[in-house]
């Protein structure tokens, strides 16, 4: 039974099903730091002690591992990862994603005895060894549904801002009824090049919106109210 965090849970299940049980784990590589997660990067780094000196884990959306990875762990090797190896990962992760599967990449690297890591992010999560990634099945709530109808019935029309990639957005938002296609999805960079005109005139359409930061969120909110509509938010972390 999982308390806490359900992403740490599934992980830690998953891990124990391949036979590495975190108390035994916590006691060979004890934790000396972790840089935490944050939506910006929207990855987290633990930083451990082993017998030859220093290992970094580090987890989070994939697009990200893969631009600070420039190693691959493959059958029992490490070889370069090369440009065309990591369109390869990013196409077969985006299968994953249009089932509605959260993708997080993994990757790792090795610092030798005498070079203490510093704990500032652009030295620990630079140069790694990509490992793979889990997929993770986060369904929707069964009551998700019947309340996006409840809504549109009102008058309110919903709208999803997510940090979840494009495709697994798209899927949940079909499967409880908010959009019934997997095309009109605006992400956080799509934003990012958008005068507030422009987005402004997206928003009358777009019902769904993937890897977006909280400021993103808040300009999103702001807007609406400037075209005079009353808006509200809910969800985890608002």
Same mark, same amino acid.
């Given at each position: 039974?999982?308390?806490?965090?359900?992403?740490?849970?599934?992980?830690?299940?998953?891990?124990?099903?391949?036979?590495?049980?975190?108390?035994?784990?916590?006691?060979?590589?004890?934790?000396? *730091?972790?840089?935490?997660?944050?939506?910006?990067?929207?990855?987290?780094?633990?930083?451990?002690?082993?017998?030859?000196?220093?290992?970094?884990?580090?987890?989070?959306?994939?697009?990200?591992?893969?631009?600070?990875?420039?190693?691959?762990?493959?059958?029992?090797?490490?070889?370069?990862?090369?440009?065309?190896?990591?369109?390869?990962?990013?196409?077969?992760?985006?299968?994953?994603?249009?089932?509605?599967?959260?993708?997080?990449?993994?990757?790792?690297?090795?610092?030798?005895?005498?070079?203490?890591?510093?704990?500032?992010?652009?030295?620990?999560?630079?140069?790694?060894?990509?490992?793979?990634?889990? *997929?993770?099945?986060? &369904?929707?709530?069964?009551?998700?549904?019947?309340?996006?109808?409840?809504?549109?019935?009102?008058?309110?029309? &919903?709208?999803?801002?997510?940090?979840?990639? &494009?495709?697994?957005?798209?899927?949940?938002?079909?499967?409880?009824?908010?959009?019934?296609?997997?095309?009109?999805?605006?992400?956080?960079?799509?934003?990012?090049?958008?005068?507030? *005109?422009?987005?402004?005139?997206?928003?009358?359409?777009?019902?769904?919106?993937?890897?977006?930061?909280?400021?993103?969120?808040?300009?999103?909110?702001?807007?609406?109210?400037?075209?005079?509509?009353?808006?509200?938010?809910?969800?985890?972390?608002?």
């Amino acid at each position: 039974r999982v308390i806490g965090d359900p992403t740490e849970g599934a992980l830690l299940s998953a891990s124990a099903k391949g036979g590495f049980l975190k108390e035994e784990l916590e006691k060979e590589f004890p934790r000396i *730091g972790e840089i935490s997660f944050d939506s910006r990067r929207k990855r987290m780094s633990t930083i451990h002690k082993t017998s030859e000196g220093y290992i970094v884990f580090v987890k989070g959306a994939l697009e990200g591992i893969l631009s600070i990875s420039n190693r691959i762990y493959e059958q029992g090797e490490i070889i370069e990862l090369k440009e065309e190896r990591k369109e390869e990962i990013s196409k077969l992760s985006e299968e994953f994603a249009r089932k509605g599967i959260r993708i997080l990449g993994v990757a790792y690297k090795e610092i030798k005895d005498g070079e203490f890591p510093s704990f500032r992010v652009e030295e620990v999560e630079k140069e790694l060894v990509y490992l793979g990634f889990v *997929g993770i099945v986060d &369904p929707a709530r069964p009551e998700a549904e019947a309340a996006i109808k409840k809504c549109k019935e009102a008058g309110i029309e &919903p709208i999803m801002i997510t940090g979840d990639q &494009p495709a697994t957005a798209s899927a949940i938002a079909k499967e409880i009824g908010l959009q019934q296609n997997e095309t009109n999805v605006l992400t956080g960079r799509d934003l990012e090049k958008m005068e507030d *005109g422009e987005l402004k005139r997206n928003l009358r359409s777009t019902k769904v919106f993937a890897r977006v930061s909280p400021e993103e969120k808040l300009r999103i909110v702001r807007l609406l109210k400037e075209e005079g509509y009353i808006t509200a938010t809910t969800g985890d972390g608002v």
